[in-house]
């Protein structure tokens, strides 16, 4: 059974900076991709940063520069991070972490499932 264990979400000041922590197990980590995402209250879902089985990355133009994610696996499980650097307030939202068997979904929502229960990000002016 696939388990996606979002963390490191929490409240901060503009530009400071937040590492979130993804914890997935249970699925072949090989064949998946992953990404990062994000819904902020009243708009829908965006990609935030995705990387492939190949180690390619890629970004929203929004958090380009910023925003850095990187993976590492341990024996049974794999670790995803998002380095989130000079935070903004538009910055803020319910951050998720999912999967993607289609190798070239980028940071494209509907090609992931499962995802992850989230963890909230809150960037102050």
């Known amino acids: 059974q696939v388990q996606l264990v979002e963390s490191g979400g929490g409240s901060v000041q503009a530009g400071d900076s937040l590492r979130l922590s993804c914890a997935a197990s249970?699925?072949?980590?090989?064949?998946?991709?992953m990404g990062w995402f994000r819904q902020a209250p009243g708009k829908e879902r965006e990609g935030v940063a995705a990387?492939?089985?190949?180690?390619?990355?890629?970004?929203a133009d929004s958090v380009q520069g910023r925003f850095f994610i990187s993976q590492d696996n341990a024996k049974n499980t794999l670790y995803l991070y998002l380095q989130m650097n000079s935070l903004k307030p538009e910055d803020t939202a319910m951050y998720y972490c999912?999967?993607?068997?289609?190798?070239?979904?980028?940071?494209?929502?509907?090609?992931?499932?499962?995802w992850g229960q989230g963890t909230q990000v809150t960037v102050s002016p």
């Open positions: 249970g699925y072949p980590y090989s064949r998946y991709s």
């Open positions: 999912a999967l993607t068997p289609f190798v070239a979904a980028g940071t494209d929502r509907r090609y992931y499932s499962p």
């Open positions: 990387i492939g089985t190949d180690g390619r990355t890629s970004y």
